[in-house]
């Protein structure tokens, strides 16, 4: 089995920074591609970043310049670093990752998902 734990969400002022991490744990065999998806009341899921096994990253366009997505392999774990934050950020960030499992089954898994507010 294999879980995504995200951690780091909060409230924040405009302007303000915040770093997300998401650990995967469990029957993992490797972690391929991961990224971070956000979700905001009535909008659909959008993709905010992602990055390769080897680490490169990719952005939308709403994230280039003030987000960055770095990975930590020997810890199985992938960070978003939010700088410069605007109340358009609000929303449930979820964590997504594809994990080859220990019996070779690989699928995407999503974590359960942490709150961004950004508000004064």
């Known amino acids: 089995q294999v879980q995504l734990v995200e951690s780091g969400g909060g409230l924040v002022q405009p302007g303000g920074s915040l770093r997300l991490s998401c650990a995967a744990s469990?029957?993992?065999?490797?972690?391929?591609?991961m990224g971070w998806y956000r979700q905001a009341p009535g909008e659909e899921r959008e993709a905010v970043a992602h990055?390769?096994?080897?680490?490169?990253?990719n952005y939308a366009d709403f994230a280039k310049g003030r987000f960055t997505i770095s990975r930590d392999n020997a810890k199985n774990t992938v960070y978003l670093q939010m700088n410069n934050l605007k109340p358009e950020d609000t929303a449930v960030y979820y964590c997504?990752?594809?994990?080859?499992?220990?019996?070779?089954?690989?699928?995407?898994?999503w974590g359960q998902g942490t709150q961004v507010t950004v508000s004064s």
């Open positions: 469990g029957s993992i065999f490797s972690i391929n591609a």
């Open positions: 990055i390769t096994s080897s680490g490169n990253g």
């Open positions: 997504n990752a594809l994990i080859t499992s220990i019996d070779h089954w690989s699928q995407n898994y």
